[in-house]
């Protein structure tokens, strides 16, 4: 005769915040006995009939935590809870099959002490197979609210090429093996990566810039489950993630000139496009930055804004530029006529290409060892932030100290500041006839 098993939550155990112990019992020829399971639970998050936990719904969440507030468990908990349950009941039915196997004729108190034998093991908190695609919705969930529009898209791209490396390789994904040989492995499956559009036969694939950002999103976000309590392998930390530079594009003091110059009098949209980049090029913000300027940000002759990624207060006085097309949108209800990033992007393109901006621009990316090289007109590498580029460089080129423009762009130390930080010919012409002549 099979044991019968059933779960249930003791009324008469319950504690100061509600929470009831979820015991096991389990009834053998006419006896019966309760099995901790070492799980506390709120009444609403059980369900005796269907004898498992309840699936919420948003609805239902958002309802008990305003009743319960820290007391209804996080989804990923929830599914773990349920995973300790069904290991529970697998492992009673396993040494039942093994006391039949071997011809052993037990009952209640036999099952039970073996139970109690393997009592660790049964109900260690095994880690499901879905909490790693569960906690990344859970991190963007957390922290999208903090974040600036579109940035938490990285998680998404890295929750995408989890699932197909996992597909790929036929087995789940989980923290506890995400070592040094899982990145490699993983390293080596996002170069190999391809996905062709079936309409236009294009082949999508990844460099290796787009990899090491991968792999870099990858640490950060097992180091964020560690801080929440998740067991991890800390195996990971010993990969090392080869980071090449990138090109750094930036108008030269030349081009500046010719995209100020150009004649818009009939084209009122590129015009205002011209304005908000000139903007940020004069002033070294984001685009996030001028997004959210507004009037009362501007104090006489400098712009006081707590910058949007840092979350830190910036100081920019303003100058002929900046000031200028201030006084150009004077009547308008905002500083500046913004538009989406998106369109933004799109459209100084566009501008930059009407103004003659096209030297040749060389491109170098490599796929794992597989060197490829392009070369573009430099109009198609303008976007929004080379706005803030373009500060950098001309700040310097007109002569400003290093750490004064660090001081006005927000960066803390020069590591993460050089990478902005290009040359021109006409710069460096000038400072070699210094050193030289």
């Not at 030349?254 to 150009?262: A, G, M, Q, R, V």
């Not at 500041?417 to 210094?434: C, G, L, P, Q, S």
Request: net charge positive.
């Amino acid at each position: 005769m099979q044991a019968t098993l059933s779960f249930m939550l003791r009324k008469d155990l319950i504690n100061k915040k509600g929470e009831q112990p979820l015991v096991l019992i389990i009834h053998l020829r006419g006896q019966k006995v309760k099995v901790s399971t070492g799980i506390k639970l709120i009444p609403e998050l059980w369900s005796h009939d269907k004898q498992e936990i309840i699936d919420l719904t948003i609805k239902q969440k958002a309802i008990l935590e305003k009743k319960f507030g820290d007391l209804i468990p996080r989804k990923i908990t929830l599914i773990m809870y349920q995973d300790i349950l069904n290991e529970l009941k697998s492992k009673i039915r396993q040494i039942e099959i093994d006391f039949r196997a071997k011809a052993i004729v037990y009952d209640l108190e036999m099952l039970v002490s073996k139970v109690k034998e393997s009592k660790k093991e049964v109900t260690k908190k095994v880690e499901p197979t879905t909490l790693v695609y569960d906690f990344i919705d859970q991190y963007i969930t957390e922290n999208a609210p903090s974040r600036v529009k579109g940035s938490m898209v990285v998680y998404k791209s890295l929750k995408k090429h989890l699932k197909n490396f996992q597909d790929f390789r036929r087995t789940p994904i989980r923290f506890q093996e995400m070592n040094y040989q899982f990145f490699q492995d993983f390293q080596n499956y996002l170069i190999q990566w391809e996905k062709k559009n079936p309409k236009t036969g294009h082949v999508t694939f990844l460099n290796n810039i787009s990899i090491a950002k991968q792999l870099s999103t990858l640490k950060t976000f097992i180091n964020y489950a560690k801080r929440k309590g998740i067991e991890v392998n800390d195996g990971f930390k010993e990969f090392t993630i080869k980071k090449e530079k990138l090109e750094v594009i930036a108008l030269t003091a030349k081009e500046f000139e010719k995209l100020i110059t150009h004649d818009l009098s009939n084209n009122k949209r590129l015009d205002q496009i011209r304005d908000i980049f000139v903007f940020s090029c004069a002033t070294g913000y984001r685009y996030s930055d001028l997004e959210q300027l507004q009037r009362h940000h501007i104090k006489e002759d400098e712009i006081k804004l707590v910058i949007t990624k840092t979350k830190e207060p910036s100081i920019v006085p303003l100058n002929q530029y900046s000031r200028a097309i201030l006084e150009k949108y004077a009547e308008h209800l905002n500083p500046l006529p913004m538009i989406s990033n998106q369109k933004f992007n799109k459209y100084i393109k566009e501008l930059c290409k009407l103004a003659e901006i096209n030297d040749p621009v060389e491109i170098i990316r490599f796929r794992g060892a597989k060197r490829e090289v392009k070369i573009v007109p430099k109009h198609e590498m303008i976007s929004a932030h080379t706005g803030r580029k373009t500060f950098v460089t001309l700040s310097l080129a007109f002569g400003m100290a290093a750490e004064v423009v660090m001081k006005v762009t927000g960066h803390s130390d020069y590591k993460s500041f050089k990478r902005y930080i290009e040359v021109d010919e006409d710069r460096k012409k000038n400072e070699m006839n210094k050193a030289w002549n």
